[in-house]
């Protein structure tokens, strides 16, 4: 209960704590239009909109136009069929193009399918719950109610701004070159990118991210000599499949951790024979205890924090492979993914920015959250050409679970935020 009164108290406060006029107004806005953008996030949530649901991530995409349009955003629907998934949109602001260019990222799709159980918004006073409810339909909320806070304030007219949601952020589709097209460009028109997904909170402290780390997944199969077991070890059969996936795991384990890195291991198996399935999330296996294993596969992912550690990470792990037991050999490959936000000078000076909008708003300032606890986003795609901040959504708990939760009073707390923020960044010089 104490973590829902103390943003209560901060939205209280937040009208006197305004600096100027426009401020106040954005801050008045928000506070008057609470119950609209609960009930836009209730119709956002009871639209399932899977990312294997192309009909429904379209649906609410058409929500979203519905809300951009009246504010003088140019919105474009990319379709995205050739990738296997619904699509993204596209919404374009023209301001007086003497500001900084602000792209605003968040997406349109949720984990959950039209097949889970878990479909319905539910409310208990200042706590909701619901599918994709903070992850990320919360955030577009933030993203629309911060739009409506800076028109009513006059802010939003003189603003260059540019709103990528793409359509298939949770299962993204491929290939990944044409997928994420769209992000990128907008990525290197941008000065500044934001990206709206989860606020996260720690001991009640709001943070700030800047810096994600990659998500790649990888596929190490290993062959070997099959036979009678009573051969194993000896020179005409030599280890056989499974004891060389063993061992090259059990040297990851051993000698690559470090700080930000992570490799795990999602589901092995080893036989004669041991196959993959063609959709790359199921294996199987047969066989006799006493025949040495022909073959064997393990599928993981790899997390890195930056692209200098992904790279090394990933020379280490096939140095490792190369290293064949007796009788056997192994291949590592690297599957397309989601690159390192890596924790940049200029990322952190956008974090600071937003801390003097905290202070100026009276408002607690925000510490950096820790990379390693955050998973991968979108924002990775547009890192490497902008300054980005990301993690500016709803606050809640639970995400890709049943049960997925949102503080509603984090709408309101965070769409002031970015409106002052964004205001803000707006009228600063373009260098």
Sequence with gaps: MLRILAPLALIAALPAAAQNAAEQ?????VTAETERHVALLEKLVNQNSGSLNLDG??????MVRAELEPLGFQVEWVDMKETGRAGHLIATHK?????????LIGHLDTVFEPESPFQKFVREGDRASGPGIGDDKGGVVVIIAA???????????????KIVLTGDEERTGAPLAIARRDLIAAG??????????????EDGKDTGTVARRSSTNWTLTTTGKTG???GVFGASLGYGAAYELARILDEFRRTLPEANLTFNVGVMAAGTPATLASNNYQVSAGGKTNIVAEQAVARG?????????????????????????????????FQEGYPPMAPTDGNRALLAKLNVVNRDLKLPEMAEMDPARRGAADSAFVAADVDTLAGLGASGGGAHAEGEWIDLTSLRLQALRSAAFITRLSKEKRQ
Aim: no cysteine.
């Design 25 to 29: 107004k954005m801050a008045a806005t």
């Design 57 to 62: 991530v379209t649906r609410v995409g058409a």
């Design 95 to 103: 301001g007086n193009g003497r500001g900084k260019r602000i792209l």
């Design 147 to 161: 739009m409506r806070a800076m028109q009513a304030a006059g802010t939003l007219k003189g603003a260059d701004i």
């Design 188 to 201: 290197k028109w941008a000065d500044v990118a934001l990206e709206y997904e989860n606020l996260a909170r």
């Design 228 to 230: 009678h077991s009573s």
């Design 301 to 333: 992912d790899l997390r890195a924090l930056t692209p200098e550690q992904e790279a090394k990470t990933r020379a280490a792990m096939q140095a490792i492979v190369a290293k064949s037991l007796p009788g056997t050999s192994a291949r590592l490959d």
